[in-house]
């Protein structure tokens, strides 16, 4: 009996001081929960003594609980600085986000930060449900607020960095991610991101440092030494840019994409065994396409024709943007009443970064084969005149 009557005291001044000094001086109905267990659990002790039933262990484990272990644990929470109110609705939002009711969630959400500004976790939180929802700019300002709260949450800064490039903020996002960039250098989706952006921007020196700095942090990062192979080609540096092409399918032996950038560099060099070697180890994905067509070219160059022909047909077949290509194209003149037409035309998509490069690379091949044609033209008329 004195054992029920400690606990009954215990349980007693826990249930006045969550209710005086949290539930009512902090105007949180939060710990009305942690209220309502309390009491469910002084009720089954009193139950227990004035009418001795409910008297086995497991009745007693459960007043203990409720009476006890529970509020001890959010006094010990909060001595250690830790708001157990943030923590449940921190939990329940989460059961709610996995239950897939995003509404109920945010609006838990919304009332912790309301009542707690400076709720880290709650912050964040909300941010991700507007990230997830599209409301960017509600995101943005959420992000903000957690970077207030904690400044080096650097994936946090990342997200803004995101979220304003796909507002088509991208100035604004190449200052945040330069800084980002200064601070953790080793953070490659930063670099990366920063990278391409430069390079849109045609900032190819600026993006050329960035990934040099990055790959000293992550030097075995195939995308970004692919990268830098880009920056460098955009620069006409075609030799380090083959240096890191050839780096980046030395890391993955599966980069289609750097084996048909190899096999553009390699037509500029005039190595046109290689150029097809290349082309033909590219072969698959988003440059199979693309790879037919330069092998039909290459094959033209051999005076090959039959298989000139059927690499175009394949290229053809697929997308009449081919067919539309080499009907322009001189080298094709002779075999263009060969050339077959799409009959189910697909769209052929390519990012705006490949399809960059790709048309850069191109058109600077056309362009040293206008060069040098002028230059064997112009030497032709001097041993003329001699």
Known sequence: MIGKIIFSLVAFLLFTYIFIFKLIKKNDTTYLVIIISQAIGILLNLVQILFNVLNGWFFTIIAYILCIIIPSVVLILEIKGINSSELVSICISKVYILLGNRR?????????????????????????????????????????????????????????SKLLNEL????EAIEMLTILSK???????CSTM????????????????????????????????????????????FSL????????IELD???????????????LYRDIDEAEQYFLQSMYGETEIKSFYQLAKIYMIKNQKSKAIMFLNKATEVSNKFYEMASEEPIFFSIKNQIVKSKSDVEYIESKKEKD?????????????????KKNNGN??????E
């Open 104 to 160: 109920k969630a945010k609006e838990i959400l919304m009332n912790l930060v309301v009542k707690y500004d400076k709720s880290y976790n709650g912050h964040k939180m909300l941010a991700e449900i507007y990230q997830e929802e599209g409301g960017m700019r509600k995101a943005i300002d959420e992000y903000v607020k957690v970077l207030d709260i904690k400044s080096n949450d650097y994936k946090s800064y990342f997200k803004i």
């Open 168 to 171: 088509g903020k991208k100035d």
């Open 183 to 189: 601070k953790k250098p080793e953070l490659y989706e």
């Open 194 to 237: 920063l990278g391409d952006l430069l390079i849109e921007k045609e900032k190819f020196k600026e993006a050329i440092n960035i990934y040099i700095q990055a790959i000293k942090h992550n030097p075995e990062n195939t995308e970004l030494y692919y990268n830098l192979g880009i920056a460098y080609a955009r620069t006409n540096e």
């Open 241 to 248: 840019s083959k240096d890191c092409f050839l780096k980046a």
């Open 253 to 267: 032996n599966n980069l289609h994409s750097g084996y048909y950038r190899l096999g553009q560099i390699s037509l």
């Open 357 to 373: 490069i790709s048309d850069y690379l191109d058109n600077t091949y056309s362009l040293t084969k206008i060069l040098d044609a």
């Open 380 to 385: 032709e008329k001097r041993k003329f005149n």
